[in-house]
């Protein structure tokens, strides 16, 4: 029997916000343990709530760039279950009223696009974190993180492969990063994943029986266990088994997923409005205010790269993927108002350094400006493209901009005529083997002159000049 995977995804971003989602306390990283709290997200006796206004507007503008209706009015309410770092027993949620509901994304997957629904949208604080030590019986917890502000993000069940979830995730990622709601770091924990996976005969319109994957802390870990998962369900059904309701855990040591605890439903958080907390009722003229300050989002930039700039989508994809890399690209084209190399540039040498050195854009060791006065100097034929590439490795090393790295180590393109006809000669004069072999018809023998002239040179004649000087001796 043939199957085919219905794939879900519930996304929690993290909102960019100073303070948590119902007191005053900082969301800033990496504090010592238990020095952001006070008696509200500690949940004391007597304490209040108090909506955080940002939080909301970040969340709309979620919504609009997800295409989302946004309720008028939703309500937050509690989600009832103890652990213990949720210090008031319950997580202040939203259930039955959240505040955005029926957008999409389009994502691309390989030449094909794709709609991916988005269910709903709505606004939580987040629990603490618990250590576990390794040497002894002991937890700690650390409150810093109960009440940060999240945002959760649920797709509809439309995804059907491990690569349309990292795509569909990747794109997510990139929106939230563009209009500015969260920094999207998986690593720290401020986008995380939970994916549902079921699979069902091919053809079959009834869904199976899901599980719930967890501890999926990268686009990569995301793609292995949902491929993981599909296959032990397909090899439970075809052993005769059934597969279990449950929550499983992804290790990506042994690239598995084990079983945590049977995957609760929502009546088992006996979810009710929260009493201390108001409806929220969103205006019309709230979801304009937030609308007029929408950037460009990544299809529509998408879009412009390839009409204004005449780029490929492909190079539009890639230079798009991240505000700051798309922000770099256009700087450059300040300087050298030539897209298709520039991108070529961007996308070959720029890129393939920073994966190398395990950096982002942000930390690029070259400027966009600097890389633009670069490619300057090839068009002016100040330097070869050969010659550049050195320059390029030298300007990552030095931080040196690139005319100063040519003066000082002379490496000005030679453009002298008749010093690369000279030279020219003298490779002519050492190989009448080879000028008998191109006079023969074998004309991919001129690129052994050009090499030769080039290494006589050190890689300093322009190359269309040599090319056109021995075309003219051979004949």
């Known amino acids: 029997m043939e199957f085919e995977s219905v794939i879900g995804l519930e996304v929690h971003a993290q909102l960019k916000t100073k303070t948590k989602i119902f007191c005053s306390c900082s969301t800033a990283f990496g504090s010592p343990p238990n020095t952001h709290t006070c008696p509200v997200c500690l949940g004391m006796p007597g304490v209040l709530p108090v909506l955080n206004k940002k939080v909301v507007d970040y969340t709309i503008r979620m919504a609009l760039a997800t295409n989302c209706e946004i309720e008028r009015e939703s309500r937050f309410a509690r989600k009832n279950y103890f652990y213990p770092d949720l210090p008031k027993g319950y997580q202040i949620s939203q259930y039955e009223l959240p505040i955005a509901r029926f957008g999409h994304i389009d994502i691309e997957v390989g030449d094909e696009t794709k709609r991916i629904g988005i269910t709903r949208i709505h606004m939580e604080e987040d629990a603490g974190k618990l250590t576990h030590d390794p040497d002894r019986p002991v937890s700690r917890v650390d409150f810093n993180r109960t009440g940060v502000p999240l945002m959760e993000i649920v797709s509809e069940p439309d995804i059907r492969t491990p690569e349309e979830a990292g795509a569909y995730l990747r794109k997510l990622r990139s929106i939230v990063r563009y209009i500015g709601v969260s920094d999207g770091n998986m690593e720290e924990g401020s986008f995380r994943c939970d994916a549902n996976v079921s699979i069902m005969p091919k053809g079959s319109e009834t869904f199976g029986t899901r599980a719930e994957l967890k501890n999926l802390n990268s686009f990569k870990h995301v793609e292995k266990a949902i491929y993981y998962e599909i296959e032990r369900q397909k090899e439970i059904i075809g052993d005769g088994g059934e ?15 084990t079983s945590m605890r049977s995957k609760e439903e929502a009546h088992d958080y006996r979810y009710f409005p929260d009493p201390d907390l108001l409806p929220l009722v969103v205006e019309n003229e709230w979801i304009d205010a937030v609308k007029a300050e ?10 412009r790269f390839i009409k204004a700039f005449g780029l490929p989508s492909y190079d539009a994809e890639v230079l798009t993927s991240s505000r700051e890399l798309a922000d770099y690209f256009e700087d450059c084209l300040k300087v050298f108002p030539n897209a298709k190399p520039v991108s070529n540039w961007v996308m070959g040498s720029l890129l393939g350094l920073l994966n190398t050195e395990g950096k982002t854009i942000e930390d690029s060791p070259i400027s966009a400006h600097d890389l633009g006065h670069l490619l300057k100097l090839i068009d002016e034929d100040v330097i070869s493209g050969k010659i550049a590439k050195t320059v390029f490795d030298e300007m990552a090393k030095t931080g040196k901009p690139p005319k100063k790295i040519v003066e000082e180590k002379g490496l000005v393109q030679v453009t002298d005529v008749s010093a690369i006809e000279a030279v020219v000669a ?13 006079k023969g018809g074998k004309t991919k023998v001129l690129g052994f002159f050009v090499g030769q002239v080039m290494k006589e040179t050190k890689g300093k004649a322009n190359p269309k000049i040599v090319n056109e000087i021995l075309r003219d001796k051979l004949g």
Not at 247 to 255: A, E, F, M
Not at 426 to 438: A, G, H, M, Q
């Open 243 to 257: 597969v279990v309701q449950e929550t499983r855990l992804w290790d990506p040591v042994k690239n598995v997923t």
């Open 294 to 303: 929408l950037p460009e989002l990544p299809d529509e930039k998408k879009d």
């Open 426 to 438: 003298k490779v002519l004069e050492r190989s009448p083997k080879e000028i008998e072999e191109y």
